[in-house]
């Protein structure tokens, strides 16, 4: 009997010892550059469970007490393996290493996240190395315009860098550069982007279905996070290009425990024409200069405390400039012109990663955003004898300022649940445009100066949300959430609630069906023309007249993983939103009345299908998509009020993009896009009138429009091709970039004016921007 009692005990023990659950958390990184891996994938075997990595490279999975055989896969990295007894909790840091043979990538992606098992719908993870090789305008590498290639996302124009995403507007999508919106995305009045892919560590693009923890904007969320730096070595890249260099430096400070990365981009055709067109001037008489230049300058720092705590410090600088000059250089009375164009973004971001528990990871971010258009001009005369100047001088400042504080939680009590909640607030500083006016006279001492537009408005807004992406059982993966944000304006408060849900329902051949539900509130407007992107475009608030924009979004749609190599997904998606904004018919920036006279609001509705296939490892890779849509605006005060076509309604749009590594030097990229022509507005007709004055006759024009974008202009369709020769040295690699934009010299439509021929007839002609451009890029990794 004692020896049953024993045995009872003993087993009961047991028992309970393997009923117990433990935790196994860590960070996954690079084992060569210590970068954390985003996304990154953990799974046992023996449980069948498993869990991704966050933002930081954070991972948590509780598991019962028992032997695991735990797998960890990343896209390009060889997956590791580990077994061992579980016993009690335990922190496990990963290290992965780059896969060097395509058999080697194939292997690791047997467990890496697959599309179809995601609770989560609308979105598209593009590897920044695949967007370092797809041929680009004058091979400047552009991370928006690598997401244009792809299905539901259009560009604005000809070479421009500005995003429409089903059917949204610029505004309506939230640019996140580490945690911190980016009001003015673009340079060179949007032909290239500000972002600097050599500092970019991932991109995301988030189209519909969107996680609680998103909020402030309608029609996208685009999550690009920069590298942290390589803690083990310092390591450096460089670039020259036709139009820009680059510069990268990354490496630790002391040890491992802190490092830094240092990026910079200037172009320098101005600096190159310099001579060449103050030789110009020279030949007129006069001194002076003109030109154009952008810069943007990326550090980021960061600091491992212990492995509870972690502080990053990163911040982004770029500005665009345009200035003209002139005086005369000769004569008693010299004359002089000045001109000068600015605007830029500032971003900072002060992070701090704490891991209170092995189930419960916090991040408290305070960032500040600052966008600011700055431009001037002034002419006057300058008396060369006594030193004399008479000068008059305009001066046109306009932006907005965000400081900001988020708190956020992520909370994973077991393989079946990964819940995220959070608050966050944002003081908002608008600047809707003044003009300052000067006028002086050194010779008479007389001086004046005026301001004349618009005050400051200040606002706050704040937002707090929760979501649990929850496995119900092996079919059915939900992601349910609420973000509720309140926004307080000159007295006037607003207040909105937004039900988020995603899910999928997963088939024994891992094909799953997947649908989508989410509510969405703007605050801030975005007053822009719907032509070329200027930097005159004027972020506004929310006030008593100008309400919030809403919208509302549904898409359902089926995803599958093929041969552990092809990702495909199609969806369908219907949009409806409220309030959107938009200059009334003959208004414009640069006016002194109030801009809330000059807008009209009213509802926005999109629709359609999005095909999908995507390769992501392998000799060849790229993607290939297709959207088929419909997008309409309607305003009482604009088209009598009968609803119309947004300018970027797009029936047909069609991409293609491949990356094939023909040997380990030589890489062919190329891409091919074909798109249906942008509404545009023309006359249905012209007319001539007159009229009898007392002891004249006077004659006048006009047109007559019947509806607004009642044309479409021709198709657009454009192939790129590029190659790459890279050559591994013992200190170094080089590569060579050639290749062509537009390479079969297609003449696309930029815009269409009205003109009349040699015979005085009208005519529609068709202006086009860019023939076919070849570029060539050097960049060394050293």
């Not at 010892?17 to 996954?28: A, R």
């Not at 060569?32 to 075997?45: C, P, Q």
Request: no cysteine; net charge negative; aromatic share 14%.
């Amino acid at each position: 009997m004692k020896k049953l009692l024993i045995g009872l005990l003993f087993l009961n023990m047991a028992l309970y010892s393997f009923s117990q659950e433990y935790t196994i958390s860590g960070y996954m990184e690079d084992a060569i550059s210590g970068e954390k891996l985003i996304s990154a994938n953990v799974f046992d075997y023996n449980s069948s469970k498993g869990t991704i990595t966050n933002t930081f490279g954070f991972y948590s999975l509780t598991l019962p007490a028992d032997t695991v055989n735990l797998s960890f896969s990343y896209i390009g990295f060889q997956t590791q393996d580990v077994n061992f007894v579980l016993t009690k909790d335990t922190i496990l840091n990963i290290k992965l290493g780059e896969s060097v043979e395509l058999e080697t990538v194939e292997i690791s992606a047997e467990r890496s996240k697959r599309i179809e098992e995601e609770s989560q719908m609308s979105t598209i993870e593009v590897p920044i190395a695949q967007i370092k090789k797809i041929p680009a305008l004058l091979g400047e590498v552009d991370v928006l315009k690598a997401l244009q290639l792809l299905p539901g996302v259009q560009s604005g124009g000809e070479g421009q860098s500005g995003l429409y995403v089903r059917g949204g507007s610029p505004d309506q999508n939230l640019i996140l550069l580490d945690g911190v919106p980016v009001y003015n995305a673009s340079h060179l009045l949007g032909f290239f982007s500000v972002f600097n892919a050599y500092a970019i560590k991932d991109v995301k693009l988030i189209k519909g279905g969107f996680p609680a923890r998103y909020g402030g904007r309608l029609s996208s969320v685009i999550e690009i996070n920069m590298k942290e730096g390589d803690n083990k070595e310092i390591r450096g890249a460089a670039s020259i290009g036709l139009i820009s260099s680059k510069l990268t430096i990354e490496g630790p400070i002391r040890n491992e425990n802190t490092s830094f990365i240092l990026s910079g981009r200037r172009t320098y055709i101005d600096l190159l024409a310099k001579p060449f067109i103050s030789r110009g001037f020279e030949e007129d008489g006069q001194d002076g200069g003109t030109g154009y230049y952008f810069y943007d300058l990326n550090a980021k720092i960061n600091h491992r405390f212990s492995d509870r705590d972690r502080l990053y410090l990163s911040t982004y600088l770029g500005k665009d400039r345009f200035y003209f000059e002139s005086k005369d250089n000769s004569g008693e009375f010299r004359d002089f012109i000045d001109t000068d164009l600015g605007w830029g973004n500032v971003t900072t971001a002060l992070r701090w990663n704490h891991l209170m528990n092995p189930k419960l990871f916090m991040n408290l971010t305070a960032t500040y955003s600052q966008y600011e258009l700055n431009t001037g001009s002034g002419f006057g005369t300058e008396i060369l004898s006594s030193g004399d100047k008479e000068e008059i001088s305009i001066n046109y400042i306009s932006g907005i300022n965000d400081w900001a504080l988020k708190l956020d939680f992520d909370y994973l009590p077991n393989p079946d649940h990964f819940i995220r909640f959070g608050v966050n607030g944002i003081y908002h500083d608008f600047k809707p445009g003044v003009f300052n006016l000067r006028e002086e006279d050194t010779a008479t001492n007389y001086s004046f100066s005026s301001s004349v537009g618009q005050d400051d408005i200040d606002a706050q807004e704040y937002a707090l949300y929760v979501e649990d992406d929850m496995k119900l059982n092996e079919a059915v993966k939900l992601n349910a959430g609420i973000h509720v944000s309140a926004f307080n304006v000159q007295g006037k408060w607003y207040g909105s609630f937004q039900p988020r849900l995603s899910g999928r329902y997963l088939f024994d051949n891992d094909l799953s069906i997947k649908g989508s539900f989410s509510t969405m509130r703007q605050y801030v407007h975005l007053l822009a023309y719907e032509g070329i992107g200027l930097p005159t475009d004027l972020w506004l608030p929310t006030t008593e007249r100008v309400k919030p924009q809403d919208a509302w979004q549904v898409a359902v749609g089926a995803a599958k993983t093929f041969n552990n190599e092809y990702e495909f997904s199609v969806e369908g998606y219907y949009k409806k939103m409220s309030n959107v904004i938009s200059y009334l018919d003959g208004s414009g920036l640069f006016e002194f009345s109030d801009w809330q006279d000059r807008v009209a609001q009213g509802d926005g509705e999109s629709y359609g299908t999005e095909f999908f296939i995507q390769k992501k490892r392998g000799r060849l890779s790229g993607w290939l998509g297709y959207t088929l849509s419909w997008s309409y605006r309607q305003f009482d005060e604009i088209n009598f009020g009968e609803r119309y076509p947004y300018r970027y309604d797009r029936r047909h749009d069609f991409s293609l993009v491949a990356n094939y590594q023909w040997t380990d030097r030589i890489s062919l990229a190329g891409s091919w896009v074909y798109g249906t022509g942008n509404a545009v507005t023309l006359a249905n007709s012209n007319y001539i009138g007159a009229f009898n004055g007392q002891n004249f006759e006077q004659t006048f024009g006009g047109s007559f429009f019947e509806e607004r974008n009642n044309f479409r202009m021709s198709a657009y369709h454009r192939l790129d091709v590029g190659i790459n020769f890279t050559r591994q040295r013992k200190h170094y690699k080089r590569t060579w970039s050639i290749g062509a934009y537009n390479t079969y010299n297609r003449k696309n439509p930029f815009f269409i004016y009205e003109d009349f021929d040699s015979n005085g007839e009208f005519k529609l002609k068709q202006a086009s921007l860019f023939p076919i451009i070849p570029y060539v890029t050097f960049n060394v990794e050293f």
